[in-house]
């Protein structure tokens, strides 16, 4: 069985998401900070290795103080990020210490996970050496000029929008991290950028509108609604507490 290290990134700004009292990986949902929402996925696998969290370094004191705990029971690993999403999943990637033969990122904003959707992605990397979710774009895609009109319809065909977890072989995560080294200009805003960037192929395997991230205030009230839509996982054996009982055969 491929084994799997996990960085779950969580160092963004959160400029967007507008909460004076917290960053998004960090607000309440259900009663818990998103972002264990997030580990929790990953943490009960057994395929995992490892877990690190990523945190801005901002945040480093206060995360610490409240979480330290979760860390330890959970037994995940943390470290800080950089200034770019680059650089912050090379800083989790350095605290895996070599943990797992294949990685998978993925949003600490992303709450709403199926283990099933995870299963897919895994296999399709463990298979094809390279694998993200995502969901063809089903909406009318307009380009908006400055103003605020219209300038064209962009034809949707082909286009889906990338989700994560994005899951990587080592060694291809690692060709395109120095590949982002030795050219400065390269601009990425998802894993799957980088090693596109090698001219290397990455399978797309299908998720869910569920798995969404969360970037507003609004977003965080559609989670609540995601997570009791989320799939559930099978149990094997029987469906009821006298399923084997003669008495009911």
């Keep these: 069985m491929p084994r799997f290290g996990v960085i779950l990134v969580a160092a963004g700004r959160s400029s967007r998401f507008a909460d004076p009292n917290y960053k998004k990986p960090f607000a309440p949902l259900a009663g818990r900070p998103v972002w264990l929402h997030s580990a929790e996925k990953f943490c009960d696998r057994e395929d995992v290795a490892k877990v690190v969290v990523v945190i801005s370094p901002e945040d480093r004191e206060e995360f610490l103080d409240k979480f330290s705990a979760n860390l330890a029971f959970m037994g995940m690993s943390w470290a800080e990020g950089g200034a770019e999403r680059a650089d912050s999943v090379e800083a989790g990637y350095a605290k895996l210490e070599g943990a797992g033969d294949l990685i998978a990122i993925h949003d600490a904003a992303r709450p709403c996970l199926a283990s099933s959707w995870i299963d897919r992605v895994f296999e399709a990397a463990a298979t094809d050496g390279a694998a993200i979710l995502g969901t063809p774009v089903v909406s009318t895609l307009k380009r908006v000029g400055p103003e605020g009109r219209i300038l064209e319809t962009v034809d949707r065909t082909g286009l889906w929008e990338a989700q994560t977890p994005q899951v990587f072989r080592r060694d291809i995560l690692e060709r395109a991290f120095a590949h982002r080294s030795a050219t400065p200009s390269l601009a990425s805003t998802d894993e799957a950028c980088l090693v596109e960037a090698l001219g ?50």
């Design 200 to 249: 290397l192929p990455v399978t797309v395997v299908q998720g869910s509108p569920i798995n969404l991230k969360i970037t507003s205030r609004d977003d965080l009230r559609l989670a609540e609604h995601a997570l009791k839509a989320l799939p559930k996982p099978k149990i094997p054996g029987p469906n009821h507490p006298f399923a084997g009982d003669d008495l009911w055969r």
